[in-house]
């Protein structure tokens, strides 16, 4: 038996990739110094895998930035203005991630989208007629050698052209086909010239095969294998996917020459029957049996059971997806000893993955009753009243009164906004300054006190600013908030969250996701002394912002032992009481962001309804369904490819929505506007991801597009996320432009009545 895993977290144990790669940014690291973070980093990481017993190690999982970004440029699929510009590798790879402007040029970055159902965003590759793939040896080489040379032979990782292509945007009315024989070709490449390094398995990921397939897809996907496998020499080939089953493609994947398919017996709900169907004996099934995702001990003896009913004679033990998805490690996380040994984060997987394959062999069965304890009573209490009060919902508790129309109305007078009403999505930029003072606080180098003063100072003087651009909702500007999800575990019973658990959300952005205990209670109010003290400082509307359950859930580490509807209603309600607090203090405008309503839709389109959408959907209904008709319930959303399902989201019944502009703006407002969409919409007017200033100018004709899909009346103005990752300069500069477009349009469409 072997064990292996699909990739580890490359920021550090303490983020010292993100620290490096930021101070690189700053210019106060030279590219020697963070290129030999980098090298240093893996080399720990090679070496911990070592010694945690790991046969199998992975490399290539390494990235500075993203590994979708690492393959593009690996085949170099880099624009002929970038590949042509006088800029070092390093600083290309970087313009691609992040956009460059100086003295070489003025690049846009590339896209970033959601790696499928995660909290992972990866750069979209841009393809065009001048797009030629080749193979340019560099990274992968590398790094495999310089394993070697530390007495390591890694299994090289890359992403695998389906899923390459899959996930690449096609511009110039190119299509896969345009590229399939030079990626052809530089596979085989890349494949020979590994081999004749000394590698003795690929990696190739692909992912992408766990989508719903089409016919087209599947042949497409057997043809390029059929003709890049003789190529590959003594090289072994690993065909690994994650994050659901293969069902669409198994009885194909099997009889292509793979020496070995890698499956997620976790997320993949028809793994284990599709190898019950017939796994070839030739084969090794690389099982991924422990939760790359998820936080919590494996169930030692479940996975033995299900491994010994898989008719397989080569096996590997290994985790669902690449542990890119949890934090580094539990060990420095101050949690009592009882609660830490339910959790399992990437270091503690090794060990488990070591575990499972030595009691497979029979070996250690104390390590299994050692298990079994963890699993032998519930871990938490229940808390009988919540769970009464979910059991007695009913109808009426899902369906806010009186009905859209009628509110909408009511809410006009009340409210008296003129047309095309302005406004931000919720946070303002979280200075050094603001980050500073938050860590003085957690470290008691200033008190409570100091700390609240502080950030109301911050909610005054951006309260005053904002009356002064001529907004007309204004929001507090969240100085309060570390994050919007985290922030609100801190603040809720039946949560816990670690000094250290960072999981990279992009580039050197991370994250740390509270983790579901126990029961969730909303204990106190949570935000009602930051809301109602910027209300107390002007007579416009001031909006209260709230995170919505099933984003809450999305990003926090869910429970195991209880079903994520059940979890998600738990949260409904404590942000219901959150809700009635606000408008019991005179807040009459209340948004809720779904920000990650859309990332979770299932992956296959016959579990949307089933799987999610049917439980989702009335979490957000049940968080609202008690206000006042007054009472202007906003949500936002920044993932904005929700076109395929426009009307679960009208069925939110918010009375607005705000959402991501970027690219994809006219497409959905067509779709808005086919699909007689009636929330009141706020698409974003500019891109609030980078750092450029839109002129009035563009923001005029961004309006006036909208307005050609929407009527007037239904249209708000805003940025299409929030601003905490902006700095004040800019953040100041474009939001006057925003208003003063906003008010220029207003003029045009007054003078047309
Ligand atoms: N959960 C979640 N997912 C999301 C988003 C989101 O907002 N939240 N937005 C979308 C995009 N994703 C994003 C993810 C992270 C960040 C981000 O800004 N992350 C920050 C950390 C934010 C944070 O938690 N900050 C904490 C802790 C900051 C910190 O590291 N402090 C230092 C000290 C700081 C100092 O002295 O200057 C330390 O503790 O060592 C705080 O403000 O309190 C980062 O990686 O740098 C932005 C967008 C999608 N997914
Ligand atoms: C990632 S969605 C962000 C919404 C939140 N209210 C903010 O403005 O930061
Ligand atoms: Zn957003």
Excluded at 141 to 157: D, V, Y
Excluded at 201 to 218: C, F, G, H, K, R
Excluded at 242 to 264: A, Q, T
Excluded at 611 to 620: D, K, M, N, S, V
């Amino acid at each position: 038996m072997t064990t292996t895993i699909i990739g580890f977290p490359r920021i550090g144990a303490q983020r010292e990739l993100k620290f490096a790669t930021e101070k690189y940014f700053k210019q106060t690291l030279t590219a020697e110094q963070l290129l030999a973070t980098g090298k240093q980093l893996r080399q720990q990481q090679w070496q911990l895998l070592k010694k945690a017993g790991i046969d199998q190690i992975p490399s290539n999982d390494f990235s500075f930035y993203d590994n979708l970004l690492d393959t593009a440029f690996l085949f170099h699929a880099l624009p002929k203005a970038i590949a042509t510009a006088d800029l070092s590798d390093l600083d290309k790879y970087f313009a691609l991630a992040r956009g460059y402007q100086g003295t070489a040029g003025d690049f846009k970055a590339w896209p970033m989208k959601k790696w499928f159902n995660t909290n992972y965003h990866y750069l979209v590759p841009q393809l065009s007629k001048d797009t030629k793939f080749r193979y340019t040896g560099g990274k992968i080489k590398a790094e495999f050698l310089e394993a070697l040379s530390l007495g390591i032979k890694t299994r090289p990782t890359i992403i695998g052209p389906f899923t390459l292509l899959r996930l690449a945007e096609f511009n110039e009315h190119t299509a896969a086909k345009d590229f399939t024989n030079d990626l052809l070709q530089a596979y085989t490449d890349l494949l020979q010239d590994l081999c004749a390094a000394g590698a003795e398995w690929l990696q190739i990921d692909e992912p992408a095969l766990v989508y719903d397939l089409t016919p087209q897809e599947i042949n497409w996907f057997a043809n390029f294998y059929r003709q890049l496998l003789p190529q590959k020499g003594t090289l072994k080939i690993l065909l690994q996917t994650y994050f659901g089953d293969v069902r669409d493609i198994y009885s194909e994947l099997i009889k292509l020459d793979f020496d070995g398919l890698g499956l997620d017996l976790i997320e993949g709900k028809q793994t284990a029957s599709l190898i019950q169907s017939g796994f070839p004996t030739d084969k090794t099934l690389f099982a991924g049996v422990v939760n790359g995702k998820n936080i919590w001990r494996n169930h030692y003896q479940k996975t033995l059971t299900l491994l010994k009913q898989l008719p397989v004679q080569k096996l590997v033990l290994s985790t669902s997806c690449s542990l890119l998805h949890v934090p580094y490690s539990v060990a420095g996380e101050d949690f009592p000893t009882a609660v830490k040994k339910h959790f399992a984060f990437a270091q503690e997987k090794l060990l488990e993955l070591n575990q499972l394959d030595q009691l497979l062999q029979q070996h250690h069965p104390e390590w299994l009753a050692v298990n079994q304890q963890l699993f032998a009573q519930p871990r938490v209490k229940e808390d009988p009243v919540l769970k009464e009060k979910i059991a007695q919902l009913t109808t009426a508790d899902f369906s806010r009164q009186p009905d859209f129309q009628t509110r909408r109305k009511i809410q006009q007078t009340e409210l008296n906004l003129p047309l095309l009403p302005t406004t931000t999505i919720g946070s303002f930029p979280q200075t050094k300054e603001v980050k500073k003072m938050r860590a003085a606080w957690h470290k008691h180098e200033i008190s409570a006190a100091d700390y609240e003063s502080f950030v109301k100072q911050q909610i005054k003087n951006w309260i005053s600013w904002q009356e002064k651009a001529g907004f007309d909702v204004l929001v507090h500007g969240e100085f309060e908030r570390n994050d919007m999800v985290e922030y609100f575990g801190q603040h809720l019973a039946g949560y816990l969250f670690t000094q250290n658990g960072w999981v990279q959300s992009y580039g050197t952005r991370g994250v740390k996701p509270p983790i579901i205990w126990g029961d969730v209670v909303r204990k106190k109010p949570i935000t009602v002394k930051w809301s109602t003290y910027a209300q107390s400082l002007t007579a416009k509307p001031v909006k209260g912002m709230l995170t919505g359950p099933v984003t809450i859930l999305n990003w926090s580490f869910p429970r195991e032992d209880l079903s994520l509807k059940e979890a998600t209603w738990q949260l409904a309600l404590a942000i219901q009481a959150e809700v009635l607090d606000l408008e019991s203090h005179g807040i009459k405008i209340i948004q809720i962001d779904e920000a990650a309503l859309r990332e979770k839709l299932p992956l296959r389109k016959s579990d949307w309804d089933s799987e999610y959408l049917a439980w989702a959907i009335p979490a957000f209904r049940l968080v609202h369904s008690k206000v006042k008709p007054q009472t202007q319930i906003h949500t936002h959303m920044c993932y904005s490819e929700f076109g395929d399902i426009i009307p679960a989201i009208d069925n939110l019944d918010a009375d607005v929505i705000s959402f991501e502009a970027s690219r994809s703006n006219l497409e959905i407002l067509e779709q808005l506007q086919t699909q007689h969409f009636k929330t009141l919409v706020g698409p974003g007017v500019y891109d609030i991801h980078s750092p450029r200033v839109p002129t009035k100018a563009e923001i005029v004709t961004e309006l006036r597009e909208i307005l050609k899909k929407v009527p007037a009346k239904n249209v708000w103005v805003n940025p299409d996320c929030g601003l905490k990752t902006r700095g004040v300069k800019e953040t100041k500069a474009s939001l006057l432009n925003l208003t003063a477009a906003a008010q220029e349009v207003r003029r045009e469409l007054q003078a047309d009545d």
